[in-house]
């Protein structure tokens, strides 16, 4: 969930209400975003607070920044996995164009010929 920012000498003030308090803040990312966020987070405290016995807005907050963060690891986890694949996938491309490309792969008329010399 990328915010657009509006500018970086740009903040405005914004009002937040999550679980039933109030809080100020300011942003230049844009109302958009900053609402998505605040209904993105009051969700995540209402969920938390129906599932466990979390006694007070320090525990309950707590909590959900325990599940945030265990969802934030794990989502950096897959990415760099995806990363590596794209890496990987690039050295195969290159390796492709390079076969395709290379004169001395060409059979008579042009067309390229696969070398089985080399290993993936």
């Known amino acids: ?3 657009e920012k509006v500018s970086e000498q740009n903040y405005k003030e914004y009002e937040l209400n999550i679980n039933g308090n109030r809080f100020q803040i300011s942003s230049n990312c844009g109302e958009e975003h900053i609402r998505k966020v605040e209904r993105f987070l009051d969700e995540q405290i209402n969920e938390v607070n129906q599932q466990t016995n979390a006694y007070g807005p320090t525990n309950l907050a ?30 195969l491309c290159e390796r492709l164009e ?5 004169p001395s792969n060409s059979d008579s008329k042009g067309m390229a010929l696969p ?6």
């Open 98 to 102: 390079n076969v395709l490309s290379s």
């Open 62 to 91: 707590f909590l959900v920044a325990l599940n945030l963060a265990d969802e934030l690891l794990n989502l950096r986890g897959r990415l760099s996995r995806y990363e590596n694949v794209e890496e990987g996938l690039s050295r």
């Open 115 to 120: 070398d089985f010399s080399s290993r993936f």
């Open 1 to 3: 969930m990328e915010a």
